[in-house]
């Protein structure tokens, strides 16, 4: 039947089979690939040259797509061969429904026309066809599958309708009767059932005649050259028939099963030989509607229960619905015995708990059920695709063509990887490419992946999408990633930290950029120009976790900044590194007459464990507070105390122990079991005096730590 067909094509058909395959190459060259790479030029100039050989023979040529087929003058070309399906999927999943080439073809017209098809995110259909028409496109007209304009007239294709949209006219045509038998078999094998029912649903008249309806069934039931009904087009048909609206669906099933005797053997043999789920499946079409069952296929129902030996209960319409009872027959008698109540009679109660036993679920079972829905996930099926590719690629086996094909699937999975924060399968793959880019047979193919695909505007731009979005959920596969294409990363992470504004979001970028290391140094200095004071504080954070010690001009200026949390950050930075001039700053801001300003400097001071700033800090714990409002500071200067260790504070410590207020007596209490619970920060020798003190403290919790320490010192 396809050698026959191609026989008539009226066209060269080697020729025509040879200009679809390097049209496909040379869309995957020019996905991958700039426009002036040498292998899109040399894809790009087979298929114009095959192009230009086929014009002539004909001025022009169409093909239609008709989902995974490609279709030329009616006639349905091989659907075995792979790249026509591939050819004709990319077209029909951008919403086109054929592909005119007129002569005086350019190639510059072939490059254009793969870019917009190649479109990573393109649009469909008609806004497709307008974004094609406005590149210039003068030789090269695609026709968009538009079904909602479809409108069926009895006795002619409605007017206005292009041309060149096939699926239009052969489900006109069919409908009319204007095709041959094998034309329209051709159109019920080319068009899933689901959209033919969609197209029909939309273009055929209420008042069509019967003949319309029987044309359809026909092409379906009725398989010209074949003496019996397969069931697979059995099973298309009844597809077919679930998606039609349900006035339609009334009409084709009445036709279908009110045939004569003659023609109604086909339709008896197929339903002998139907599965119970095919049977079901067929019951489930009249579901709510089964006043339109006829009566043929009644008097089939019946025949064939007889047929199988299960009496005439074999089929029961109840509430409407057609139920499948059952598939035995038994015996009233048995029945009535397997009854809850008579089955207790028979069975005694330790014989059903063995029955019970025996009918439990394994727990090894469960374990191997959810290990196998683990293994079949499609994430490892995924990442197992992609390993397996890896291999072939860095194989002896393959080609350039292999490669190139290799790499464009390579291209698919890394989109299906970044839209779902799969960063480490990711990495695989750019790891993979960049080993095989040093030392692999293809290092210009993979190079070129590595520089048009991984490092491109695009890419980089849904990875940091994907990052802010996912990271945190894969942080090892994000860190990974982000490390091997740093140089390329760096700027977009860090516009992308400066403009967000979700602060979980923010953590990580800022935590992620921190391990790109000194490369993040630079462009971060760039940035100490920026106005947003949280930008600044950003920039500063990083150029200290990044290792920044020869840049630190710029943040010497904004040690003195207006902004409150950008100084201190400045400062920060400035004692991270241990600069000379960062206890000048501190001793700045600790003197400073501003509550917060001198809060923040003692906190830095026991961060960065300042042994310098130890007499400035006792300086404070020795102001004078009659008030007892220096309190809050005062246990800040403790903490801080504690932390840096130095012996010399104990002294002062002692003398606000002993000391007494009139005044916030509660306040000074705290504070004096502050300075009890920091005492182990100290050098054991240090704090004897202070020990006994507190021994002898009316407060139970400092009594407690004396005692808790003071035997930890006897050992």
Same mark, same amino acid.
């Given at each position: 039947?396809?050698?026959?067909?191609?026989?008539?094509?009226?066209?060269?058909?080697?020729?025509?089979?040879?200009?679809?395959?390097?049209?496909?190459?040379?869309?995957?060259?020019?996905?991958?690939?700039?426009?002036?790479?040498?292998?899109?030029?040399?894809?790009?100039?087979?298929?114009?040259?095959?192009?230009?050989?086929?014009?002539?023979?004909?001025?022009?040529?169409?093909?239609?797509?008709?989902?995974?087929?490609?279709?030329?003058?009616?006639?349905?070309?091989?659907?075995?061969?792979?790249?026509?399906?591939?050819?004709?999927?990319?077209?029909?999943?951008?919403?086109?429904?054929?592909?005119?080439?007129?002569?005086?073809?350019?190639?510059?017209?072939?490059?254009?026309?793969?870019?917009?098809?190649?479109?990573?995110?393109?649009?469909?259909?008609?806004?497709?066809?307008?974004?094609?028409?406005?590149?210039?496109?003068?030789?090269?007209?695609?026709?968009?599958?538009?079904?909602?304009?479809?409108?069926?007239?009895?006795?002619?294709?409605?007017?206005?309708?292009?041309?060149?949209?096939?699926?239009?006219?052969?489900?006109?045509?069919?409908?009319?009767?204007?095709?041959?038998?094998?034309?329209?078999?051709?159109?019920?094998?080319?068009?899933?059932?689901?959209?033919?029912?969609?197209?029909?649903?939309?273009?055929?008249?209420?008042?069509?005649?019967?003949?319309?309806?029987?044309?359809?069934?026909?092409?379906?039931?009725?398989?010209?050259?074949?003496?019996?009904?397969?069931?697979?087009?059995?099973?298309?048909?009844?597809?077919?028939?679930?998606?039609?609206?349900?006035?339609?669906?009334?009409?084709?099933?009445?036709?279908?099963?009110?045939?004569?005797?003659?023609?109604?053997?086909?339709?008896?043999?197929?339903?002998?030989?139907?599965?119970?789920?095919?049977?079901?499946?067929?019951?489930?079409?009249?579901?709510?509607?089964?006043?339109?069952?006829?009566?043929?296929?009644?008097?089939?129902?019946?025949?064939?229960?007889?047929?199988?030996?299960?009496?005439?209960?074999?089929?029961?319409?109840?509430?409407?619905?057609?139920?499948?009872?059952?598939?035995?027959?038994?015996?009233?008698?048995?029945?009535?015995?397997?009854?809850?109540?008579?089955?207790?009679?028979?069975?005694?109660?330790?014989?059903?708990?063995?029955?019970?036993?025996?009918?439990?679920?394994?727990?090894?079972?469960?374990?191997?059920?959810?290990?196998?829905?683990?293994?079949?996930?499609? +994430?490892?099926? /995924? $990442?197992?695709?992609?390993?397996? @590719?890896?291999?072939? &690629?860095?194989?002896? *086996? !393959? #080609?350039?063509?292999?490669?190139?094909?290799?790499?464009?699937?390579?291209?698919?999975?890394?989109?299906?990887?970044?839209?779902?924060?799969?960063?480490?399968?990711?990495?695989?793959?750019?790891?993979?490419?960049?080993?095989?880019?040093?030392?692999?047979?293809?290092?210009?193919?993979?190079?070129?992946?590595?520089?048009?695909?991984?490092?491109?505007?695009?890419?980089?731009?849904?990875?940091?999408?994907?990052?802010?979005?996912? +990271?945190?959920? /894969? $942080?090892?596969?994000?860190?990974? @990633?982000?490390?091997? &294409?740093?140089?390329? *990363? !760096? #700027?977009?992470?860090?516009?992308?930290?400066?403009?967000?504004?979700?602060?979980?979001?923010?953590?990580?970028?800022?935590?992620?950029?921190?391990?790109?290391?000194?490369?993040?140094?630079?462009?971060?200095?760039?940035?100490?120009?920026?106005?947003?004071?949280?930008?600044?504080?950003?920039?500063?954070?990083?150029?200290?976790?990044?290792?920044?010690?020869?840049?630190?001009?710029?943040?010497?200026?904004?040690?003195?900044?207006?902004?409150?949390?950008?100084?201190?950050?400045?400062?920060?930075?400035?004692?991270?590194?241990?600069?000379?001039?960062?206890?000048?700053?501190?001793?700045?801001?600790?003197?400073?007459?501003?509550?917060?300003?001198?809060?923040?400097?003692?906190?830095?001071?026991?961060?960065?464990?300042?042994?310098?700033?130890?007499?400035?800090?006792?300086?404070?714990?020795?102001?004078?507070?009659?008030?007892?409002?220096?309190?809050?500071?005062?246990?800040?200067?403790?903490?801080?105390?504690?932390?840096?260790?130095?012996?010399?504070?104990?002294?002062?410590?002692?003398?606000?122990?002993?000391?007494?207020?009139?005044?916030?007596?509660?306040?000074?209490?705290?504070?004096?079991?502050?300075?009890?619970?920091?005492?182990?920060?100290?050098?054991?020798?240090?704090?004897?005096?202070?020990?006994?003190?507190?021994?002898?403290?009316?407060?139970?919790?400092?009594?407690?730590?004396?005692?808790?320490?003071?035997?930890?010192?006897?050992?």
């Amino acid at each position: 039947m396809e050698e026959e067909k191609q026989e008539k094509l009226p066209i060269d058909a080697r020729l025509l089979s040879d200009a679809i395959i390097e049209l496909n190459i040379s869309r995957r060259s020019v996905g991958l690939y700039p426009p002036e790479h040498p292998i899109v030029k040399e894809s790009i100039g087979k298929a114009f040259e095959l192009l230009k050989r086929l014009f002539d023979l004909r001025s022009s040529i169409t093909l239609g797509i008709a989902k995974d087929t490609l279709v030329i003058d009616e006639y349905v070309l091989d659907r075995k061969n792979p790249v026509f399906r591939e050819f004709a999927l990319s077209l029909h999943s951008k919403g086109i429904a054929a592909v005119t080439f007129y002569s005086g073809l350019e190639s510059e017209e072939l490059v254009c026309l793969h870019e917009v098809i190649t479109m990573h995110h393109a649009p469909a259909g008609k806004t497709l066809v307008e974004l094609a028409e406005g590149k210039g496109l003068k030789h090269i007209r695609l026709s968009p599958l538009d079904l909602h304009s479809f409108g069926f007239v009895e006795g002619g294709i409605k007017q206005g309708a292009s041309e060149t949209r096939l699926w239009d006219d052969y489900i006109y045509g069919l409908l009319e009767g204007r095709l041959a038998d094998n034309d329209a078999e051709g159109v019920v094998l080319a068009v899933p059932p689901e959209q033919a029912a969609f197209i029909i649903n939309s273009s055929i008249s209420e008042d069509a005649s019967e003949e319309t309806y029987d044309r359809v069934i026909a092409a379906y039931l009725k398989r010209k050259g074949e003496h019996e009904l397969s069931k697979g087009i059995f099973n298309r048909f009844i597809s077919f028939v679930e998606n039609l609206r349900p006035e339609l669906k009334a009409q084709f099933l009445n036709r279908a099963f009110s045939q004569p005797p003659s023609e109604m053997a086909y339709i008896e043999k197929m339903l002998a030989e139907l599965t119970e789920e095919d049977l079901r499946r067929l019951f489930e079409v009249f579901k709510d509607r089964s006043s339109i069952i006829p009566e043929s296929l009644k008097n089939l129902i019946d025949k064939l229960a007889l047929a199988k030996g299960v009496g005439k209960d074999f089929f029961d319409m109840v509430g409407g619905e057609m139920i499948l009872v059952d598939d035995i027959e038994m015996d009233r008698n048995m029945i009535r015995l397997l009854e809850e109540d008579h089955f207790r009679v028979f069975v005694n109660k330790q014989y059903e708990r063995e029955l019970g036993m025996m009918l439990e679920r394994p727990e090894a079972e469960g374990r191997i059920s959810e290990i196998s829905r683990i293994d079949c996930s499609e +994430g490892v099926i /995924d $990442r197992t695709f992609s390993e397996v @590719l890896i291999e072939i &690629l860095e194989s002896d *086996l !393959i #080609n350039t063509e292999d490669c190139l094909r290799l790499l464009t699937r390579l291209s698919e999975l890394a989109d299906s990887f970044l839209e779902t924060g799969r960063f480490q399968e990711l990495c695989d793959i750019f790891n993979a490419l960049y080993s095989h880019w040093l030392a692999g047979k293809f290092k210009t193919e993979a190079l070129n992946m590595i520089e048009y695909f991984f490092r491109s505007e695009q890419f980089i731009k849904k990875l940091v999408d994907a990052l802010k979005l996912w +990271g945190r959920y /894969d $942080r090892e596969g994000a860190i990974r @990633l982000a490390r091997v &294409l740093k140089l390329s *990363l !760096i #700027n977009p992470l860090l516009d992308a930290l400066s403009e967000e504004s979700d602060s979980t979001a923010r953590k990580f970028l800022l935590s992620l950029l921190s391990t790109l290391g000194s490369d993040v140094v630079p462009e971060a200095i760039k940035r100490l120009n920026d106005e947003r004071w949280y930008v600044l504080r950003n920039m500063l954070c990083l150029i200290r976790q990044c290792g920044g010690k020869r840049s630190l001009e710029q943040v010497r200026k904004l040690a003195r900044d207006k902004n409150k949390k950008v100084c201190m950050e400045a400062v920060k930075t400035l004692l991270h590194f241990g600069t000379p001039d960062a206890l000048s700053y501190l001793r700045l801001y600790l003197e400073n007459r501003d509550p917060e300003f001198r809060q923040q400097a003692i906190k830095l001071a026991g961060t960065y464990r300042v042994k310098a700033a130890v007499p400035h800090l006792i300086e404070l714990l020795n102001k004078n507070d009659f008030l007892g409002t220096e309190t809050y500071y005062k246990i800040s200067v403790v903490k801080a105390l504690a932390e840096i260790g130095d012996p010399r504070a104990i002294a002062p410590l002692e003398r606000l122990y002993r000391s007494k207020r009139l005044f916030y007596r509660d306040a000074l209490e705290g504070l004096k079991v502050e300075i009890f619970r920091n005492l182990h920060c100290y050098p054991p020798d240090a704090i004897g005096q202070m020990l006994e003190l507190g021994l002898n403290s009316r407060n139970e919790e400092i009594r407690d730590i004396s005692a808790r320490l003071s035997k930890k010192d006897s050992y």
